[in-house]
């Protein structure tokens, strides 16, 4: 169920990797190395506000976390687990064109080169759009909120998302007849304590 789970996460933020994930496969059908003489591409303003935290509910009794700073330069993504027998908390830090992602409690990590999303598919590309059927669906407001809406198909699993100055508020994929949703419980546009940023002490990052 575990895996499942992390397939349907996966799933929803498909469609706002799939433009630069596209971009990172042209070049090559190998893995790409990253390493300090060859840093991965930095982020820089991907989101319309400077700093904030957003929850979210996901399935499955799934939370998520996001603090970011500097319009997106930096950014914690914390997703919390509970299946009643089993909880797990993952924490990924994405600063400088890496993302570092552990389990709290846990002593080893993995270092990788960071592929920002932009949930603004007016700047797509337009093969990307294609493929995938990306519809832009006008605005729709989400507390109080004016929010663009896109829909994609990705095989036979169809994904509407809401975005608020480029930053995900919603997203629903429908999966077996079901709908599988991630939305925004809180949206803080407030500043985040930098050391949120910092790679925890005693957690060691294997390069990928």
Same mark, same amino acid.
């Given at each position: 169920?575990?895996?499942?789970?992390? %397939? $349907?996460?996966?799933?929803?933020?498909? #469609? =706002?990797?799939? +433009?630069?994930? @596209?971009?990172?496969?042209? *070049?090559?059908?190998?893995?790409?190395?990253?390493?300090?003489?060859?840093?991965?591409?930095?982020?820089?303003?991907?989101?319309?506000?400077?700093?904030?935290?957003?929850?979210?509910?996901?399935?499955?009794?799934?939370?998520?976390?996001?603090?970011?700073?500097?319009?997106?330069?930096?950014?914690? %993504? $914390?997703?919390?687990?509970?299946?009643? #027998? =089993?909880?797990? +908390?993952?924490? @990924?830090?994405?600063?400088? *064109?890496?993302?570092?992602?552990?389990?709290?409690?846990?002593?080893?990590?993995?270092?990788?080169?960071?592929?920002?999303?932009?949930?603004?598919?007016?700047?797509?590309?337009?093969?990307?759009?294609?493929?995938?059927?990306?519809?832009?669906?006008?605005?729709?407001?989400?507390?109080?909120?004016?929010?663009?809406?896109?829909?994609?198909?990705?095989?036979?699993?169809?994904?509407?998302?809401?975005?608020?100055?480029?930053?995900?508020?919603?997203?629903?994929?429908?999966?077996?007849?079901?709908?599988?949703?991630?939305?925004?419980?809180?949206?803080?546009?407030?500043?985040?304590?930098?050391?949120?940023?910092?790679?925890?002490?005693?957690?060691?990052?294997?390069?990928?």
């Amino acid at each position: 169920m575990k895996n499942l789970l992390f %397939f $349907i996460l996966a799933l929803l933020f498909l #469609i =706002a990797c799939s +433009k630069t994930e @596209e971009k990172k496969a042209e *070049g090559t059908d190998q893995q790409t190395v990253t390493t300090e003489e060859t840093p991965a591409p930095e982020a820089t303003h991907r989101y319309g506000i400077k700093s904030g935290v957003i929850f979210y509910n996901a399935p499955m009794d799934t939370k998520q976390e996001l603090y970011f700073d500097d319009f997106g330069a930096k950014e914690v %993504f $914390i997703t919390s687990i509970d299946l009643g #027998i =089993a909880k797990t +908390k993952s924490i @990924e830090i994405r600063k400088d *064109g890496f993302a570092y992602s552990y389990q709290e409690g846990k002593t080893e990590g993995t270092k990788k080169a960071w592929y920002t999303s932009d949930m603004d598919y007016s700047k797509a590309d337009p093969e990307m759009l294609e493929r995938y059927k990306v519809k832009d669906l006008g605005t729709e407001i989400i507390d109080g909120k004016e929010c663009k809406k896109f829909s994609a198909e990705f095989g036979s699993s169809p994904i509407v998302t809401w975005s608020w100055n480029n930053i995900m508020v919603k997203s629903i994929t429908k999966m077996a007849g079901n709908d599988f949703v991630i939305e925004a419980t809180k949206i803080q546009e407030t500043s985040v304590d930098p050391k949120m940023f910092e790679l925890p002490a005693g957690v060691t990052f294997k390069e990928m």
